[in-house]
Nanobody, 127 residues
Framework: QLQLVESGGGLVQPGGSLRLSCAAS????????IVWFRQAPGKEREGISC????????YYRNSVKGRFTISRDNAKNTAYLQMNSLKPEDTAVYYC????????????????????WGQGTQVTVSS
């Protein structure tokens, strides 16, 4: 199967941390840039962070910059999103996606084509 499988979501208190993983199966992730998206209820899905295929360039939306860190381990065929200092407004379904384009060049836009999508994982930040 060619798929991305996400894990690591859950319920955390404000100020807490989570680490999301995006494991690729049936594809070689090193050929793709990776974007983490999120979609809150009633809102459009937005790219919040992305990384080039070689991991040398990253981009963060201002709302998460300084709190979230995107990374990848191509030897493990996996990408990650470390989320610190979580806020209630971070509550959303989080998705990873892979594209052959340089997503950082387009600021993780959801208007470019993506070859693969994960199933999504729920992140809830609440006391």
């Amino acid at each position: 199967q060619l798929q991305l499988v996400e894990s690591g979501g859950g319920l955390v208190q404000p100020g807490g941390s989570l680490r999301l993983s995006c494991a690729a199966s049936g594809l070689t992730l090193r050929y793709y840039s990776i974007v983490w998206f999120r979609q809150a209820p009633g809102k459009e899905r937005e790219g919040i962070s992305c990384i080039t295929d070689d991991g040398l360039k990253t981009y963060y939306r201002n709302s998460v910059k300084g709190r979230f860190t995107i990374s990848r381990d191509n030897a493990k065929n996996t990408a990650y999103l470390q989320m610190n200092s979580l806020k209630p407004e971070d509550t959303a379904v989080y998705y990873c996606a892979a594209t052959g384009a340089d997503a950082t060049k387009y600021y993780c836009s959801n208007r470019i084509d993506y070859d693969y999508w994960g199933q999504g994982t729920q992140v809830t930040v609440s006391s």
